[in-house]
């Protein structure tokens, strides 16, 4: 679709620079999460239904205390902080950026699992500081679609994964490969204003196949989705023309302003059935 180039310091900078809106609703919803929330009936307010995100991929991969689970794209550190207090697993998070990193560790001190936690700074591409055949799970929420190179991503979670690993993911992808021209251009939105690279769900499954994984199962996550995705839709339709104004006396930042246009992108990619919410799950056994 275009360039599937994505430099790490441009991921690192947007996160940076969004830090203060996130804190925002960190405060409102109680915890430190960067995903969208999924809405059941029995969850059916913002901050229930991010943590039952959580829930979700932790059920799909049969998480108990006996895994050591390699989280990718970490965040503030909140699904680490889940897997910990939720199961009483061991959980190794690594992200690129060190202002998340340092959040999560101090999100892990204030629930009392720093004995179960660690956080490292490491590119799920390379997985520098995480030695061969040494986790149970490969987890990513919301994380592979900031990847340029998926089948990289996957090469490196084969490494690391012991014998009988399983690896889960959740993330918005395209569900056709084929896309009209204002898709194209709203995803291309997306992609440039929050540093991925959204990726299609057959291409992802595909990429699984040939890294050698089996037992692949796809979930369509989209209905529970959609609420979250229209509430960010509204905040951006109703921030945008403050932010303009403060951004021309230099109180909003352009990524701030591009931030809000992509939301409102993603909403509407979701809402014409582009963009799915997928939970994706696969073994490395035969
Ligand atoms: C949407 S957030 C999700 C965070 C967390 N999983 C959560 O649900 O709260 C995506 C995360 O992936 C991290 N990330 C992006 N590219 C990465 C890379 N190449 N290697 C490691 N982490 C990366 C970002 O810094 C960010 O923390």
Redesign the pocket.
Known sequence: MESRD?D?DE??DI?DELLKTYEKEWEQRGH????FGYYDEEHTEPGEA?MN??RVLSEALDIDESDRIL??????????VWNARAYGAEVVG????ET?LDIARKNAREHDVSELTTFAK?????LDTVDDDSVDVV?????I???PDVSR?LEQAKRVLRADGRIGVTDMFTRALDLSSTDRDRIRTVNES???RVGNVDDFREALEAAGFTNIRVRDLTEGVEESAEQRYRFSRMAHPGYRLLGLVGRTSETQIDALEANADIYRLVRDGTLGYFLITADLSE
């Open positions: 994505l790490p991921v690192v996160y430190r999460s960067l995903h991010s995100t959580m989280n990718i794209g970490c965040g503030a550190g909140e699904d680490s690594v992200n690129i950026s998340q490491d590119d799920f591409h390379d987890w990513g929420l919301e994380a679609s900031h990847s991503v929050l540093g991925v």
